[in-house]
């Protein structure tokens, strides 16, 4: 009998200390920057999300570390940077850790775990002990147990960029934004799509907030509200032009909200409501999460709690790609100042991909460019990049003015570049690794844990990517020796130096020895692309193209890429073109097709979506 009493007891006890444990409420919103008018936007009003801003915390430094959606969730959901898991290029689902999924941790100390209803991790599959319940119905109220603490998660879509991915601004409506009242950032030109596109944004905004309206109707019809901490965020920055998928705040810098119940006000160690001005990332929300929870933080999460603990005195983000394209960048800020560490040096910010030239916008600009109508500012983003880009985030909020050669400011410059290689090394930045590569390694396993037990040489292709990057003249010797190396990562960052160097003129002829490599089965495939496109730019055109059209011919996408980038020069293969496009059937390799027969004007830019044609993310 005493055993049988001690029994109840303890299960007794176990559903006290479930039920003293505070709900936690995540609504995720996508692909917006601070547009919210409780930070500042008058051409729009958000009542909901200010009234919660208005008894809670608004963050004003709140950074996603991935600039593109399932990088920024891959971070998320692990607590560990998606460069040093390896899935830092959108999207590759790609394995992942069966233990890198922080709201497990949540259900083994008994919560509810639910998620309504996108993932997007960048994983190939979420294991089944990570939620209770995932999908579209999914929710706290499906919970038997209601004394049961929950975490869900709901996720809106409204504000993503497939709601300005039309191809073209005709049929907008309704409207409750004019295009004539919103404000053009000194980055982009001031167009007519691209009003329009920023316009048709805000109305998404604005749908937005009324979305959170009846989830926090719900909540308080449940019954769960005075239980609840409450988060709102963004998954990374907005749809304008230079924003999602780029390092500049207008891809990671996002509104942040958490409003606490007057239970569990102790736990937000502030004031409500307030402003918080502390520097952090999505890197560390898992821990923060666990926190509030009483939860003990895994020891391979990387990040700290923002309600308590030492927060991190630096931001790190991160972009590997554009569609095809390898072109990783990295940043590093203090909060005033800010480094953009550019690797792939013959590229340009503007290099076209399939899915965000469905904007308008994006399309607009590029017109306009293309036809010599934009100033010295606007012209920048459809250059080859600059290795390094420094801004003073007080002075210039935008960042359009680039301080990396300003003698002023070589202090603030080595202190950020020696934090940044210094983080990359740390987190074994696995980013560096090309991605066609990638694919053969992770049949083995996860690329984290990989990296982990057979002690890859990550220092030593951050070292490579680096010195590909400086686009010196001088180190060619060292480029050579890097492609002469049997390790195919250093040998793609050789390549890529010598593609750079050829891109900006400096390169007048490839080395014989590095030509000779086209042939060699021994050199990886995506560094033959880039020294065949560095041939396009130092004249042995014939050769150079040649050899991508016939790779692009087998659906391969980095030789689409290289076609696309050398411009005007691929017109000695038009012809191969026009037949090839009548051929493939893969929607993404014929966006890159019609994009090089528009640069040598063999087709007109209209054409490069057709009527009908719709690519996804």
């Known amino acids: ?182 404000r053009v950032p000194a980055y982009v030109p001031d167009l007519p799509a691209v009003r329009d596109d920023i316009a048709w944004n805000m109305d998404a905004v604005v749908m937005m907030d009324q979305w959170v309206g009846k989830k926090l109707q719900e909540l308080e019809r449940s019954g769960e509200a005075a239980n609840t901490i409450i988060f709102f965020y963004s998954d990374h920055g907005g749809t304008v032009p230079r924003g999602k998928a780029y390092t500049y705040e207008s891809g990671t810098h996002v509104p942040f909200l958490v409003s606490f119940p007057k239970k569990w006000a102790h736990l937000a160690g502030q004031p409500q409501p307030a402003t918080n001005n502390r520097l952090f990332s999505f890197v560390d929300l898992a821990p923060t999460v666990l926190q509030l ?24 983000t ?60 606007h012209q920048k983003f459809w250059r080859p990049v600059e290795p390094f880009e420094l801004y003073d985030l007080h002075a210039d909020s935008l960042e359009t003015n680039n301080l990396a050669e300003n003698p002023t400011f070589k202090g603030q410059l080595v202190e950020l570049r020696t934090e940044l290689e210094r983080t990359m090394r740390r987190e074994r930045d696995l980013g560096v690794i090309p991605r066609e ?10 690329l984290y844990t ?56 400096r390169l007048k002829k490839i080395p014989a020895a590095a030509t000779a490599l086209i042939d060699s089965k021994e050199t990886m495939k995506e560094a033959k692309c880039l020294l065949a496109e560095a041939l396009v730019y130092t004249g042995s055109s014939a050769r150079g193209l040649a ?26 293969v038009r012809r191969q073109l026009e037949q090839l496009l009548q051929h493939e059937k893969r929607a993404r390799y014929r966006f890159y097709i019609r994009s090089c027969l528009i640069n040598c004007g063999a087709l007109p830019y209209a054409a490069l979506y057709p009527p009908g044609e719709k690519i996804g993310d």
């Not at 890429?561 to 411009?567: E, H, P, R």
Request: charge should be positive.
């Open 1 to 182: 009998m005493k055993r049988f009493l001690y029994i109840i007891l303890l299960l007794t006890c176990s559903c006290a200390i479930a039920q003293d444990r505070p709900n936690i409420l995540w609504l995720v919103c996508e692909d917006m920057s601070p547009y919210l008018s409780c930070y500042g936007n008058t051409t729009i009003q958000t009542p909901n999300l200010d009234a919660l801003a208005g008894r809670g915390i608004r963050f004003t430094r709140a950074h996603s570390n991935g600039a593109q959606c399932s990088p920024s969730r891959s971070t998320l959901i692990s607590g560990v940077y998606a460069v040093s898991l390896g899935t830092d290029i959108h999207r590759e689902k790609r394995p992942f850790p069966a233990a890198f999924y922080f709201p497990k941790y949540l259900r083994q100390s008994g919560y509810y775990t639910s998620n309504n209803a996108k993932q997007d991790y960048n994983n190939e599959q979420t294991p089944p002990d990570v939620w209770n319940e995932q999908g579209n119905k999914a929710g706290y109220a499906s919970r038997i147990d209601k004394t049961k603490p929950f975490f869900a998660v709901f996720n809106c879509g409204i504000t993503h960029m497939s709601r300005v991915a039309t191809h073209t601004t005709n049929g907008r409506t309704p409207r409750s934004v004019s295009p004539q009242a919103v």
């Open 450 to 505: 990989l990296a982990q037990t057979e002690n890859w040489p990550v220092g030593q292709w951050i070292a490579a990517a680096e010195k590909a990057s400086m686009c010196h003249l001088p180190n060619v010797p060292e480029l050579m020796r890097l492609l002469a190396d049997k390790d195919p990562v250093l040998q793609y960052w050789g390549a890529s130096g010598i593609c750079g160097l050829a891109k900006a003129g």
């Open 293 to 316: 929870a009483g939860v003990e933080k895994p020891t391979f999460m990387k990040g700290a709690s923002v309600f308590g603990g030492t927060s991190n005195p630096y931001i790190f």
């Open 547 to 572: 050899y991508l059209y016939g790779l692009l011919a087998q659906g391969y996408g980095p030789a689409g890429a290289a076609l696309q980038n050398t411009g005007a020069a691929v017109a000695p």
């Open 318 to 377: 991160f972009r590997a790609n554009q569609g095809d394209s390898f072109c990783p960048s990295r940043a590093i800020s203090d909060g005033r100042f800010k480094l953009i560490r550019n690797f792939q040096s013959a590229y340009p910010n503007g290099t076209r991909q399939d899915y965000q030239w469905q904007m308008p916008a994006q399309q607009a600009w590029d017109q306009a460019f293309t036809a010599g109508k934009l100033n010295a500012p």
């Open 437 to 446: 590569y990638r694919k053969g390694l992770q049949a083995r396993g996860p």
